[in-house]
């Protein structure tokens, strides 16, 4: 059993993918990495990519993917999925939306037309997708929040996750996927809530865990928090999880972040920033960061990084993507992602290393002991 | 000695590259094949890029290139590349520009400050570049045009080719990388005006073979006029030329048309088609073409070209395409083009398959000899 003060090392063994923890998971929001083709996403080493329930409903829609026999054949992509639920997007939309305890109205960013997620549409839909983990469907409470509203939308959060997980136990078997991999289900984690409010998320935690999850996220965070109140929050909520499940920061962060909520025992993490920033042309590196664009790379013949060993720091200049950037070139965005990606991929796969010989394999396995049982 | 009809294959000798003929070249406007990573390129097989003088004077600056070493250098780009004199680009222009005996005056597209060619000045600025290939500086003779202002055109290339020639001839051994390759120099080809007079193309290509360039291209095509008028012109043109120097037909064209001018004996080609339609969801395929947009590819599982061999075919479906394209997914133009070029160059490589064995090597390689020798 291998743990650097509370930070751990396994396995999560889920139907497309041995994931190696902690595992860092690129966002591939509608169905790419954006700029990125699944040839280089592989040879990265990414084993788990993240896409949004919210983006695929409306394009190409659930029911297309479905039909294309699930996410991972509609973008040919071998290895782990995991969807987010569509709450997060949905409360992102502001005016677009209207909720009840029934679930969320909202307008589409796309076309403005109507459409409503509930927790069983949102598990309906994921299930279509076919990711090997899916989320239940949560309110992202915002920052600040006041304790009373805090309170609120934990109680919500807390019975859409009974509701979720209802529906999808009585759903599971229609995963695209379900005969091919030998009777084996996706794996829904619950998500903890409760604002910056330590004694709301100990209570959302105590609640979720009654419930029974194979894995638990918590949510809520990177919604505008200063950060030491982020990591105060992790702090807190980490020692109420099961220890054998996965436990998942959803939404962290920069490269020191990931770094630091691996050492707390953080097991799986997702973040836009390797990728969006990596297209504004900021460049994470061992060095700290740097923006391509600036007038001082325009001669520069270091790679991004001297000291990383990915493909684009093997063979480019900081002046060659400069001039990418600076000329909206499009393989600037494809070149930079892929150099991002590799700093943070290369990141998690040395703590895994600092992180010696690893525990016991974490929960969805016993997702796939169960399975067999049936 | 391998022809067929007049087709014929052979090899070219260039500094970086031994070219094998007929080839294709993609076009790398502003120091890359939009949107292609270069080791991806060099898998597809390409060996000889075009760049664009015009772009990559405006930006990064030729001198910018020269002191990273010149352009193969600062894309990384080991293999085979050619430059235009910009004379084609600053024709384009149209009221930006202002033409005189001495060079054209134009403004940049990029921020309208004011700038000049000449001959002496686009030979100057191509050293720098460092391209394996460079051309002439000539007037791109407008479609319509009549017989007077033809030959007026014809005139001014004839002389600015000649003052070309004389820059190249005094300056040819400040490329960057002329002591790196053994005291080798870049190869000036010539090229053929005359609007659509076959007695002006003759009389061009005549005063050309008298000035002796290693290579001749056919310039002035494509710019209009009906698609049989290019090949009357071209196939007039062409027994003009000496048989044991490149043949380059400058901007063309339709996969058919490639075909058809290798077949007739041209041994270079170049086109944005396929990287630009590309980008406008154009694919070209064994089948015919296939507007990727197209809502008939949503659920279509086949890959774009069912007889194609290219890592896109190999594992994406049209309707993801499809999705990539409709979403613009950056993705989209990667994997589109990555198509496109793979369906020319292996056109292209069945081509000198289907060519036999191949004459003599053509031209530049008695460039090298000559360079040898002093």
């Known amino acids: 059993m291998a743990t650097a003060g509370a930070g751990r090392r396994a396995v999560m063994d889920l139907p497309h993918r041995q994931v190696q923890t902690p595992v860092f998971m690129p966002v591939g929001t509608a169905g790419s990495v954006k700029a990125v083709p699944q040839h280089l996403l592989e040879a990265l080493g990414a084993q788990i990519v993240l896409g949004n329930t919210y983006h695929l409903y409306l394009r190409p829609g659930h029911e297309v993917v479905r039909r294309m026999g699930g996410l991972h054949r509609f973008m040919s992509w071998p290895r782990g999925l995991l969807t ?106 619950g998500i903890v809530q409760g604002g910056m409010y330590p004694e709301l998320r100990r209570e959302s935690a105590e609640r979720l865990v009654e419930m029974d999850f194979p894995g638990y996220a918590i949510g809520g965070l990177s919604v505008g928090e200063p950060r030491e109140l982020t990591r105060e929050i992790v702090a807190a909520t980490l020692p109420l999880l099961p220890a054998d499940k996965p436990r998942y920061v959803m939404g962290v962060g920069y490269p020191d972040e990931i770094v630091e909520y691996a050492k707390m025992g953080v097991d799986m993490m997702d973040c836009v920033l390797p990728t969006r920033a990596a297209r504004h042309g900021l460049l994470f590196t061992s060095e700290g960061r740097l ?36 000329s909206a070139e499009p393989l600037s965005a494809v ?34 002991a169960g399975a067999r049982a049936e």
């Open 84 to 189: 987010d639920s569509g709450g997060f997007q949905v409360f992102s939309l502001n005016e677009l939306r209207k909720v009840s305890a029934d679930g969320v109205e909202f307008r589409s960013h796309l076309d403005g037309s109507t459409h409503q997620f509930s927790p069983e549409r949102s598990i309906e839909i994921q299930i279509a997708l076919g990711a090997d983990i899916l989320m239940v469907f949560d309110e992202c409470t915002e920052y600040p929040a006041d304790r009373q509203r805090a309170r609120r939308s934990l109680d919500l959060t807390l019975e859409w996750a009974r509701r979720s997980k209802q529906y999808f136990e009585a759903h599971k078997h229609e995963v695209p996927w379900h005969k091919e991999f030998g009777g084996r289900t996706q794996s829904l984690f």
């Open 291 to 326: 923006n391509i664009k600036n007038r001082q790379f325009a001669e520069d013949q270091e790679p991004p990084d001297p000291n990383c060993r990915c493909l684009v720091c093997a063979r480019y200049t900081r002046a060659y993507l400069r001039h990418l950037m600076v």
């Open 335 to 368: 070149l930079n992602t892929l150099h991002n990606l590799a700093f943070y991929l290369d990141t998690m796969a040395r703590m895994r290393e600092s992180l010696g010989r690893g525990i016991p394999p974490l929960s969805p396995t016993a997702v796939r």
